[in-house]
């Protein structure tokens, strides 16, 4: 779950060390106290590298995410191979509700949702999450359509509780990092107890 | 629903009529391009009067931020005085799903989620958000709890009900305005599912 993306650990070309250097001054200083000059100090190479490729800070950002969003496409398979579908929502939740929070995917949650609000007055910016949104959109229905498939969940539109699932995710990411209670187990349970009412057939959905 | 605060139309004195010009420019500019002098444009007064008051911007919009709660706390009475409580949650889903979203609401909205987000990286919006979170966790709590005392809702715990709808609600609040899908009638079907299968009691849960 807290795996380190491989670009974070072996560079293997200069864009993945571009990216490695932009993961890093970003989880350092956040969006706002961001620079180049901050990306540069965490770039082996030289910084008119950084400057021949992107013009400002902002076009860096939106490669960066571009970027990050094909990792966690490589990283969650279209189709599992193992594993309930039940088993593969609960991947997903465990991933947004780790607790504690380890300081590194706080700091990297921080800066995200601070680059998801640029996307309230930046159009690039929101498209970007737009597109975000619809890869997590593609991947949840999926499961919840193999869940029905297989009968092991109740036929639900799956459209319907992925929209609402997908709500339920960015608030988590948005709570836990701009209030001071980062613990977001009671959620959770509740979250487990939708999944159980709302989804899992049979004898679960009666004993609460 | 979308009744205009009193102090939009008739501020009463000078810290209404800044905190009316800090609304309208911050819906105008959006947070990270809201300056004094922005603010000072909306201002009918002397512009010494916002330094006199202020150490600048952020700490000017952190007394917004604490006005508009306190505007909250005056337009959601503690106790409803007619109304069941199923109606009480569905005026508060209203407020947050209203579709299609007017324009200053839009404009607005866009600005709260760039002010959350400065919660990421600064304490005191940190510590704004956790009580604004606060009070609505008392309000939804007290909700809940009434459905289950008059027998209307199912004995849940109304603490961990609470929890989960805060999370749904920043996240559709997040979601509308940084994606390019602003409809969130799909999500809100699903949230209305969840309250009939969760909380309503009789007939209506078996019908889905």
Redo the contacts between chains.
Sequence with gaps: MTTTPSFLEDPSDTRDAIMRATYFALCKH?Y??LTIQRIADEFPKSKSLLYHHYDGKDDLLLDFLEFMLEQQKERIPAKRSSGSPRDHLNAIFDRVFVSPIPDDYRDF???M??L??Q???DEK???H??RS?DFFREVITRVIQSGIDEGTFHEVDP???T??L???????M??R?????ET?E??R???D??VR??LLADEESASQ
Tied chains: 1, 2.
Excluded: P
Aim: net charge negative.
């Design positions: 956040g706002a106290d949650s921080r800066a949702v601070e998801r609000a996307a309230a007055h910016y929101r498209n999450f737009t949104d459209e319907q509780v929209e609402f997908l709500m339920t995710i960015t608030g988590a948005t709570k990092v701009t209030t001071n209670n977001l009671t959620a349970d509740e979250l107890a939708y009412f709302r």
